[in-house]
């Protein structure tokens, strides 16, 4: 272990990425290098993954730890990766993301003079910008007069669209960890943001420390398919955005659009488990019966569009 006071933990879960993982690394370039881990999880990669980390760790002054595990999914190796982290604080990379020029320093500028804050309990962390690769900012910035709020606050009363990279205390991020299904490889990451948002503020930033890359033949391109390969996942997701309504958020399109996924997959699963897992209210359970068409139709159309 090169450092004992590691602040920031990049949890990076990778798949046969060997080429992007490298750049991935050499992007964190921080002044704070020393200060940084970085928990790399392989889901059953068959590059010279390994190889290659090993290679760059012995160069590095940043802790690296490499776990490998046979071929389970994303949900498993982030899973993985969150459990292994011992830093104050927390960002999640997949392996074809970079991080902008300086922009580690960006996110220590924030999370260091917070260190030994008593008054932070309110406070998860803080959330940033992501680009494309060509610099143009992913979806919308957060409102120049509301810089704090509850993250699903800011995605659905705010309607501020878009990737995002957040930067969270690990003991709440891992009080929130989901638990992967088995045999199913995704569960959305922004179900760990969501429940955060049920006690938790997060201070927003508009600044980019990120950039975002999107695979053809990674999650990002075949979102709907691929959210159908984990139905319960998926259920259990939009279960809980669904029941918060009221709660966290106010936004009724947000709500009906979790309405329709609740049912939908719930569909696929030709069950009623996750409808009944939340205690729903009267209004809650007329609206699902009402957008029951909606969904059938959704269901049916996943099954011609999604061949597995």
């Known amino acids: 272990m090169k450092n004992s006071s590691n602040l920031l933990s990049i949890c990076i879960p990778t798949y046969n990425r060997v080429n992007d993982l490298v750049k991935l690394l050499k992007s964190i370039d921080s002044k704070f290098e020393s200060n940084i881990e970085i928990i790399i999880v392989d889901d059953g ?3 010279n993954t390994k190889k290659s980390v090993e290679e760059f760790s012995f160069k590095s002054n940043m802790h690296i730890k490499y776990a490998y595990q046979e071929k389970m999914g994303r949900s498993y190796a982030l899973h993985k990766a969150i459990l292994l982290t011992k830093s104050e604080y927390i960002v999640i990379m997949d392996s074809d993301d970079l991080f902008v020029k300086n922009g580690v320093d960006t996110i220590f500028s924030k ?3 917070l260190m030994g804050n008593k008054n932070k309990n309110n406070m998860a962390g803080f959330v940033f ?3 494309n690769f ?3 900012i992913i979806g919308d910035k957060f409102p120049e007069n509301m810089q704090i709020n509850s993250l699903l606050k800011f995605a659905s009363d705010y309607q501020v669209s878009g990737d995002k990279k957040e930067v969270v205390r690990t003991k709440i991020i891992k009080d929130v960890l989901y638990t992967p299904y088995e045999n199913e490889k995704r569960m959305a990451t922004s179900i760990m943001w ?3 948002s049920l006690n938790f503020n997060i201070h927003a930033e508009n600044e980019v420390v990120s950039m975002k890359g999107y695979a053809e033949d990674g999650m990002s391109s075949n979102i ?3 959210r159908l390969q984990s139905p319960k996942s998926s259920a259990e997701y939009y279960g809980e955005l669904f029941y918060y309504h009221n709660k966290v958020y106010c936004s009724y399109k947000h709500a009906f659009r979790a309405a329709i996924n609740l049912i939908r997959y719930s569909i696929h699963l030709q069950s009623m488990f996750f409808i009944k ?3 729903l209210s009267f209004s809650k359970k007329m609206l699902l019966l009402v ?5 059938a139709f959704l269901a049916i159309r996943d099954r011609f569009f999604c061949k597995f």
Do not use: A, E, F, M
Request: glycine share 4%; proline share 8%; aromatic share 8%.
């Open 129 to 131: 910008l992501c680009s």
């Open 291 to 295: 957008l029951t068409p909606v969904s």
């Open 224 to 226: 709907d398919c691929i």
């Open 134 to 136: 060509d610099g143009t």
């Open 45 to 47: 990669s068959t590059d």
């Open 111 to 113: 999370i260091l003079p």
């Open 194 to 196: 969501n429940r955060i």
């Open 277 to 279: 897992k939340y205690y």
